[in-house]
């Protein structure tokens, strides 16, 4: 079901549901996916900026909250502006949303779309799409953070683990470092087989952000927050090179929110060329707690590898 309203002073937004999961998407800016919950009372899992509730207009970047569409590398025309109303079709199970091309600075000529289709159950996927406007050629990589509700902890898988021999001499991937990435703060869980990143609120650590990427050969990563959980997977294309030295997926906290992001290839786009990255979502409610790589073993690892 999509149904056209108004949310939290924004006049056009649109609810997506089904009989188990519902989501809402602002059409006044954006596209931002503010809202992802379990029908029949549960919370909303994304984390929204209250203080940016029903703003449209300007030329501020605003974060707004929830999951949006950027561009790799993190530069100016990262922060474009996307204020304005964007256009929205419907067909069938699915709804399409196109924002502007962003041709005033710092934009670079690129028009993003978010494709969304409510599949079975609490399950969804999302398809990413920038198309170059310009008529000139970029490089770039598609970029799909979701900003998490606080609380909860992030949860990445790391390349499997084997002894070392004839068979496993050379690395299998990157575990990436910001200037801020200090692994001696609390927020961190380096497992053998999983890293985990909690959000606090009041941290005490060095630095209040906290971020890292991994090449993730499986594909999945979580957020989990009293019960819940919700899953993002997106296709990793073996051989490609990824942002960041190589990383797919990125986990990164602040004080207020956590974001669980996918990345796809590094391309290079020639005037009218299009590039789309698709992630898969799900939501389970219910689920046991717990801190460790047996905890994920036993209670998010059989979730993950279904959905």
């Not at 530069?75 to 109303?85: G, H, L």
């Not at 000139?136 to 683990?161: D, V």
């Not at 960041?244 to 974001?259: K, Q, R, S, Y």
């Amino acid at each position: 079901m999509l149904e056209r309203i108004s949310y939290r002073g924004w006049e056009n937004a649109y609810r997506i549901s089904n009989a188990t999961i519902e989501l809402v998407v602002l059409a006044d800016v954006g596209p931002r996916i503010v809202s992802c919950r379990l029908v029949g009372g549960g919370e909303n899992i994304f984390h929204e900026v209250p203080e940016q509730a029903g703003l449209t207009g300007g030329n501020v970047f605003r974060l707004y909250g929830g999951h949006r569409l950027w561009i790799w590398p993190e530069v100016e025309r990262t922060y474009f502006p996307d204020n304005s109303r964007v256009t929205v079709f419907q067909s069938h199970n699915q709804a399409s949303f196109m924002a502007p091309v962003e041709s005033a600075a710092p934009g670079s000529n690129l028009q993003k779309e978010l494709e969304i289709r409510l599949d079975a159950g609490a399950r969804v996927t999302v398809t990413h799409r920038v198309i170059n406007r310009d008529s000139r050629s970029t490089e770039l990589a598609l970029w799909a953070p979701t900003m998490m509700k606080a609380g909860g902890r992030a949860i990445l898988p790391l390349p499997p683990r084997a002894a070392m021999d004839k068979d496993h001499f050379q690395s299998v991937g990157p575990l990436t470092l910001w200037s801020f990435t200090d692994f001696a703060d609390s927020r961190w869980v380096l497992g053998t087989e999983y890293v985990q990143l909690q959000q606090q609120t009041n941290p005490t650590g060095r630095f209040p952000e906290q971020m890292t990427g991994v090449y993730n050969p499986a594909g999945w990563g979580a957020y989990f927050l009293n019960g819940t959980l919700f899953l993002k997977g997106a296709p990793v294309a073996h051989g490609a090179v990824y942002p960041d030295f190589g990383c797919n997926f990125e986990i990164f906290t602040n004080p207020d929110f956590l974001e669980l992001e996918s990345l796809g290839p590094m391309v290079g786009l020639g005037p009218g060329e299009s590039m789309s990255h698709t992630e898969r979502w799900a939501l389970f409610g219910n689920v046991p707690g717990g801190d460790d790589d047996s905890w994920i073993r036993s209670a998010i690892l059989p979730l993950a590898s279904n959905f």
